[in-house]
């Protein structure tokens, strides 16, 4: 049986305005002067640069400046008030702006060196091997087939299948291992292999033959398994050696590359710099916060957008094509009017953010101490500048601050509250940095397991429980006490 019935309901939902002024706000320095040139080659009524008059100011005109689809609803040209859209002559808008942003902001080109793929690199070491068609065809297909790390992560009958499949080219597993071998003679060394056990025997054989090369290699070739858990006593029993000579031969290993690719990708790609959003400086024992000038770009109205909008005005007799012109202006006008609009917006949640920030991590910021930092969470910072805690967090995570002690994220300084032995509230990343140092200065012989690392705590007047402890331990990057061993 069907029935009909009605239901309310509110909903907020955002407009496409507030929905791109998000989006702007999320932006860092060096992407949002991307979307800056995109806008002005989208919309010419809008340009760059300072200009002696201002345009638009008094423009108050809410119902047309908020409507949500201005592009596409039909305007009618005798209800516009083309005053509006006219220079009046006055001071200009940037005129009045405090001088919060930095002086030291023009973008410096540095050239970078032209570099090859990883795969093409192989490819072009193929060249010095003397190969028949279709043997090359299969080196080909072999190295396409090997990841970003330098592993070739598929079984010897899937390539056979594929080169069947893909290329026409019918061979068998014993023509594929043979291929594959040439292959792995590429350089970085360890570069095809199907796993690290594999990629780490490659490298060794590479190396010039020692006795520790020669015990390396026994032991990844047939004791793998008791030297990733790091049985060390019982690699010293099974070879009948000294720890001197074991440790030698560890040695060897821990030299090897286990994701040769990697490293080349690494060592040839270009550098990134990053752009700082804010800088701090300490002016007099003060805090001083500048926002980066790249982010206050001077935007003005096109002028000659002005002008056909005065000629339209003295127009006595206007024609429908005269009108069409008026309304595609008005909208370039309304889309200019609030992006510059949404820039200013923009600059001041930056700012206002920031500058909460800043006062909140004072003691960190005038010291440089990281035990100093206070525990703080998105809520914090949202409760002091009247914000949502959606816009904090997109002003916090991709964006840089240039400090007295070095560049550093902005969401690094956010931070959960755990309580010491004398009941104060101290910042997770204090605790972290502690665990770290008492990992570092451990017997390396006898690491500390972890409920071992949680007493050591504890003495420091840091209460917390192991779990606990092995969750700070994973975000460290640490492993576990048994693979920090060390003979």
Not at 104 to 114: F, G, N, Q, T
Not at 138 to 144: D, P, R, T
Not at 171 to 192: F, K, M
Not at 460 to 474: M, N, V
Request: with cysteine.
């Amino acid at each position: 049986m069907l029935k009909h019935s009605l239901q309310f309901k509110l909903s907020q939902k955002l407009s496409p305005q507030q929905i791109q002024l998000m989006k702007l706000i999320q932006l860092p320095t060096q992407a949002f002067e991307q979307r800056l040139q995109e806008e002005l080659v989208e919309n010419p009524a809008l340009e760059n640069g300072k200009e002696e008059t201002s345009e638009l100011d008094d423009y108050n005109d809410t119902d047309d400046y908020n409507n949500d689809d201005y592009d596409n609803e039909r305007i009618d040209t005798e209800d516009i008030n083309i005053d509006e859209y006219l220079s009046n002559d006055e001071t200009p808008d940037y005129k009045y702006q405090s001088n919060n942003y930095s002086d030291d902001d023009e973008e410096k080109s540095m050239p970078h060196a032209a570099v090859i793929s990883f795969h093409q690199d192989l490819l072009n070491q193929l060249n010095t091997f003397i190969l028949n068609d279709e043997e090359r065809v299969i080196a080909e297909f072999l190295v396409g087939s090997i990841d970003d790390m330098g592993y070739i992560r598929r079984t010897i009958q899937d390539i056979v299948d594929d080169l069947a499949f893909t290329q026409g080219v019918y061979s068998d597993n014993e023509t594929v291992e043979r291929i594959l071998l040439i292959v792995q003679e590429l350089e970085p060394a360890g570069v095809g292999a199907r796993d690290l056990q594999e990629c780490l025997l490659l490298q060794l054989k590479h190396k010039t033959p020692s006795e520790a090369v020669e015990l390396a290699i026994d032991i990844i070739e047939n004791q793998f398994d008791a030297f990733t858990k790091k049985h060390y006593e019982k690699l010293i029993q099974k070879y009948d050696i000294s720890k001197e000579q074991l440790r030698k031969g560890i040695e060897e290993i821990e030299k090897l590359n286990p994701k040769p690719g990697g490293a080349f990708d690494s060592n040839l790609k270009p550098i990134e710099h990053v752009i700082p959003d804010f800088t701090i400086r300490i002016v007099e024992d003060e805090l001083e916060l500048l926002l980066n000038g790249r982010n206050a770009p001077e935007l003005h109205i096109s002028k000659d957008y002005q002008e056909m909008l005065r000629s339209y005005k003295d127009t006595s007799e206007k024609s429908n094509s005269q009108k069409d012109a008026v309304q595609f202006i008005k909208q370039k006008l309304d889309a200019a009017k609030w992006f510059i609009d949404a820039i200013k917006q923009r600059q001041e949640t930056l700012y206002v953010t920031m500058n909460a920030i800043m006062h909140y991590q004072m003691e960190y910021f005038l010291e440089g101490d990281e035990t100093k930092l206070k525990p703080m969470i998105l809520k914090d910072i949202a409760d002091l500048v009247g914000l949502d805690i959606s816009t904090v967090s997109r002003v916090a995570n991709s964006k840089y601050v240039d400090t007295p002690y070095g560049t550093k994220l902005i969401k690094e300084f956010f931070s959960e509250a755990m309580k010491n032995d004398q009941g104060e509230d101290v910042s997770t990343i204090e605790i972290k940095n502690i665990l770290q140092k008492i990992i570092e200065t451990e017997d390396k012989r006898k690491p500390f397991p972890d409920d071992k690392l949680a007493e050591e705590l504890k003495e420091k007047g840091y209460p917390i429980a192991r779990r606990t402890i092995a969750k700070y331990r994973e975000q460290l990057d640490i492993p576990v006490a048994r693979l920090r061993k060390k003979i």
